[in-house]
């Protein structure tokens, strides 16, 4: 665990959150800065820096990251659809370095979307 990853000290528990999910891959929060009425993170508790780091072995990771993003979507009630964003990179817009996925609905998405 990087000592300045902001994802893998809440993961650790060093820096509390509310948590919407959490098993022995993976947790999700609801983003501080929500750009849809539902915009959760979902992330894996391993640090990995992002999409761009996911080898083929990484295979299990990412299935339980939609899963879990699918689940939470359920439960808000999303019937009409979702979005899932993985930003890679500074020009992708990714201002944390640790994979996470962010589920956004409750309302249409446009496209292009950025």
Known sequence: MPADCLFCRMA?????VAKVHEDEMVF????????????????PLAHVASAAALTEADAPLLARLFAVAAEIAA??????????????????GQTVQHLHLHLLGG??????PG
């Open 12 to 16: 650790s528990g060093e820096i509390p």
């Open 28 to 43: 999700a929060i609801r983003d501080i800065n929500p750009q849809a009425p539902t915009h959760v993170l979902v992330m």
């Open 75 to 92: 439960r808000d009630g999303l019937d009409g659809g979702w979005r899932l964003v993985s930003n890679v990179g500074p020009d992708g």
């Open 107 to 112: 309302r249409r998405m446009g496209w292009p």
